[in-house]
């Protein structure tokens, strides 16, 4: 499956970005990751096959949200409340939560610079 990742770019603190990634075929699950300078990939959001929910890391709950439009194969992540600690690299892949990285596949990333 091929990603398409984008939305991404610079914002004030407090501000607002919806990031797409839009799949070249039907992708029941997508993931996202960031990446910020010098710091490993962190999970930001994904889905929980447990429960079937959406996992978000603490430091976006309340803040980020998902959603799909599976006519599109696109699925977005809403990032509200923005903050200088949320600039990062921001990456969609395929699969739910529990499923290992070497498998994924794995959008090109997007820019994201939020700005005090």
């Known amino acids: 499956v091929q990603l398409q990742a984008s939305g991404g770019g610079l914002v004030l603190t407090g501000g607002s970005l919806r990031l797409s990634c839009s799949a070249s075929t039907f992708t029941p699950y997508i993931s996202w990751y960031r990446q910020a300078p010098g710091k490993e990939r962190e999970g930001v959001s994904c889905?929980?096959?447990?429960?079937?929910?959406?996992w978000y890391a603490d430091s976006v709950k309340g803040r980020f949200a998902e959603s799909r439009d599976n006519n599109k194969n696109t699925v977005y992540l809403q990032m509200n409340s923005l903050k200088p600690e949320d600039t990062a690299a921001y990456y969609c892949?395929?699969?739910?939560?529990?499923?290992?990285?070497?498998?994924?596949?794995w959008g090109q990333g997007t820019l994201v610079t939020v700005s005090s």
């Open positions: 889905y929980n096959a447990a429960d079937g929910s959406t």
């Open positions: 892949a395929t699969g739910p939560c529990a499923y290992s990285d070497s498998l994924r596949d």
